[in-house]
């Protein structure tokens, strides 16, 4: 097993990380839980695989248990989600000395999170994430939400789960497109500060070998976060640098509908294109966007795009909402494993 804290002060919490974890939650839950009452957010995939397996165990613990499961994907992060959610809490008459538990990906984290933080004004959640990304990047951190029709994540709070479970092994069910998109960030990690995690996993060549080290590659995703987010809880400034390769990518995803590439695919094409405009520019040594370009290439991740309406592509950055004005951070990564932020315009990407 293995365990890490994120220092908080008193929103202080433990991640464990454990192959087999799934089947062996109710003792963890009784380190940071001591009332009776458990609600499980998930969704219908997942459920299918391991919502039984969380109810019974924890019902045969003792607790009273119930579920409910939303239809997967990002369609149900979505503010209309949570009147429905919150019915069924009432149902259930869940108190604020009860708990939650979030079993999915960052879609039902990010909403069961939000709901945890705003039913009857706060309720202690507890992370079960289920998808490569989620295990190594949204379940960390304490940023819940929802989306709203006009753009995503939009709605939501800062809000500490009590702690977080993570058992690797359900990542054998995970499609290969889910599992692509989480190396996305996985490889991401790598770049901005862990040059050995890069080289690791320029060594491994399979999906089965990237699992004979995955407790490895998750504890150490999840620690490179810790120490930024312990820096930056409300992400004012360090925070920034875990959006490497994320400027491009968003705006890549949007102009494309959200349809063409996923999350990770645009991340990936993000760090590529930005790696290289950094050289291009001589603010960094010109050789690492090969690099970048051949890990994404190994793990079947696109790392170019037809930019057929580039400027298009430059106006969808200008309407994040993260921009200031005319100025634009960006992260560039200086070598492997070092990233930094680099205060410029949008005219950077011209
Ligand atoms: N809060 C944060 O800091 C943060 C960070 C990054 C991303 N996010 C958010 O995370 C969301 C994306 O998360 P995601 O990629 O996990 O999406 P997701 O939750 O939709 O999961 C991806 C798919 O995999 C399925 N799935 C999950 N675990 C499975 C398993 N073990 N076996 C089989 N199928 C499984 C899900 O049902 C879904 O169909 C986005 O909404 C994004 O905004 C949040
Ligand atoms: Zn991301």
């Keep these: 097993m293995k365990e890490l804290l994120v220092n908080l002060g008193e929103n202080s919490y433990n991640i464990e990380i454990e192959k087999g974890l799934i089947k062996d939650v109710p003792k963890r839950i009784r380190k940071v839980f001591n009332g009776e009452k458990i609600f499980i957010i998930t969704d219908k995939n997942v459920d299918k695989y391991y919502g039984d397996i969380v109810l019974n165990s924890l019902k045969e613990d003792g607790f009273i248990v119930e579920k409910y499961a939303i239809n997967p994907g990002e369609e149900s992060k979505s503010f209309n989600t949570l009147p429905e959610v919150y019915e069924k809490l009432l149902d259930f008459k869940l108190t604020r000395k009860d708990l939650i538990i979030t079993l999915g990906g960052g879609v039902v984290g990010d909403l069961g999170g939000f709901v945890a933080s705003t039913f009857l004004r706060g309720v202690s959640f507890i992370q079960i994430p289920t998808s490569l990304l989620s295990q190594v990047d949204s379940s960390v951190g304490g940023k819940v939400g929802v989306d709203l029709p006009r753009g995503k994540n939009l709605v939501g709070s800062f809000y500490q789960p009590k702690r977080v479970l993570i058992d690797p092994n359900v990542l054998n069910t995970l ?96 760090m590529y294109l930005i790696t290289k405009l950094s050289e291009n520019k001589g603010l960094v040594k010109k050789e690492f966007s090969e690099d970048i370009k051949n890990i994404l290439v190994r793990y079947g991740l696109p790392f170019e795009v037809e930019l057929a309406d580039k400027d298009a592509i430059i106006e969808t950055i200008s309407l994040d909402k993260k921009n200031m004005g005319s100025r634009l951070k960006v992260i560039i990564m200086k070598e492997i494993g070092n990233a930094e932020i680099y205060d410029t315009t949008v005219d950077f990407f011209r």
């Design 175 to 270: 499609d290969e497109k889910f599992y692509k998109d989480g190396m996305g960030e996985v490889i991401k990690y790598g770049c901005i500060r862990d040059k050995d995690l890069f080289n690791l996993l320029n060594s491994l060549n399979t999906r089965e070998e990237v699992m004979e080290h995955i407790e490895d590659i998750i504890y150490t995703c999840c620690n490179i976060k810790r120490i930024i987010v312990e820096r930056d809880e409300k992400d004012l400034g360090e925070r920034m640098i875990l959006n490497f390769g994320h400027t491009l990518g968003h705006a890549i995803e949007k102009y494309y509908g959200f349809s063409e590439f996923t999350h990770g695919e645009g991340v990936a094409i993000g």
